[in-house]
């Protein structure tokens, strides 16, 4: 691991733009029915839900991200100890996540669902929690040297899907409601990836500190 962070201190805040300018429209549209329905609508609880489901993958994207550009390329011994690696693979999987959590900015007010009576919202997560599998496959087959790193973000995202997959199912089977089905859904992978938030802010805050 890293153990100072000087190259992404100084690069971050080109992310406050970037989320703002993503995130202002679809936010407002939010915050709009939000003023003119009430909380008590269901599709406002479940868009407000949405919203934050959006903000918390999008804020764990770039806190993951940051921390394995920095160890993997710019670190002064990282040539030496990730060898083979290919920063065009790494960036474009990188755009590829941060424009999938873009899409689900499009669709947070849509109901509209899909098959097996999932909403598109919900199909875009499993896009966003997925691209990690392509990513791998990728590195494998190229034989990366840091395949480990990507085999853990991987299982990650796989056992987050996983998890928020079984409790859509038992959650539509216990009450026959897709809504309350997507709230149980969206409620757990808020929680997973809060927590995977504050464990990425440990791993910052113990680099800045070693």
């Given amino acids: 691991m890293p153990r100072r962070l000087p190259d992404l201190h100084r690069s971050a805040f080109w992310l406050y733009g970037a989320t703002a300018a993503v995130m202002r429209e679809p936010m407002g549209a939010v915050l709009r029915h939000a003023f003119e329905a009430g909380f008590h609508d269901w599709q406002v609880r479940l868009e407000v839900l949405r919203l934050g489901i959006v903000i918390l993958l999008l804020s764990r994207l770039f806190l993951v991200s940051g921390l394995y550009f920095e160890m993997v390329f710019m670190q002064p011994d990282a040539a030496v100890r990730y060898p083979r690696r290919s920063y065009p693979v790494d960036f474009l999987t990188g755009l590829l996540h941060f424009m999938t959590g873009a899409a689900l900015t499009t669709v947070m007010s849509s109901h509209l669902r899909l098959a097996g009576g999932i909403a ?33 973000h991987t299982k990650v995202n796989a056992g987050m899907l996983g998890i928020c997959g079984v409790v859509w199912i038992a959650a539509r089977l216990a009450r026959q409601d897709p809504v309350f089905a997507d709230q149980a859904a969206l409620g757990m992978l808020a929680a997973i990836t809060l927590l995977g938030i504050l464990r990425q802010i440990r791993i910052y805050e113990s680099l800045d500190h070693a």
Avoid: N, T, Y
């Fill in 120 to 152: 598109s919202f919900s199909w875009i997560v499993v896009a966003f929690l997925s691209i990690d599998i392509f990513w791998l496959a990728v590195a494998v087959a190229r034989r990366f040297s840091a395949v480990p790193v990507i085999a853990e």
